[in-house]
């Protein structure tokens, strides 16, 4: 009732159309309209016992524990793959794939294998987005001084 927009049915018909991550389905006089999308990150805590982590899209990683826990970028990303890392109790760091980077407003890190980002305080938090399938992420949002080689 409070949404706009006009829909005259023809021929005693009216479609309930989805879209982009919207579901339809109806039985009798119910229709029943559901957002399949995601709503935020799925989140998982990570301790330096699980090493090597492969970041998986739109997951969010809380650190805890005491060693470093180390990540690794996808080789295969498409764009808009989102990762959060949140540093909740140690350090955390980031290593890239051959021909990857990754940068941080205008700094970016060592191309390649030889590249990463590290926490520097165990609080350091980041958000990464891939914006080049497979090789380029960018960091839109920190917390705190994460450090670039």
Do not use: H
């Not at 990683?61 to 990303?77: D, E, Q, S």
């Not at 390649?112 to 839109?140: H, K, Q, R």
Request: glycine share 14%.
């Amino acid at each position: 009732m409070t949404d706009s927009g006009i829909a005259v049915p023809a021929a005693n018909v009216l479609n309930v159309l989805g879209g982009t991550s919207i579901t339809t389905s109806g039985s009798g006089n119910t229709i029943l309209i559901s957002f399949t999308g995601s709503s935020g990150p799925t989140w998982t805590v990570v301790t330096s016992a699980m090493n090597p982590i492969t970041l998986s899209p739109n997951t969010g990683y809380i650190t805890k524990g005491a060693g470093v826990v180390n990540f690794v970028l996808p080789a295969a990303a498409a764009i808009g793959d989102e990762y959060r890392i949140i540093g909740y109790g140690n350090l955390w760091t980031i290593a890239q794939n051959a021909g990857q980077s990754i940068r941080l407003g205008s700094v970016v890190s060592t191309g390649g294998v030889g590249g990463s980002i590290s926490a520097s305080m165990v609080t350091d938090c980041v958000d990464i987005i891939c914006v080049t399938a497979n090789l380029e992420f960018y960091i839109p949002e920190s917390q705190g001084n994460p450090i670039l080689i």
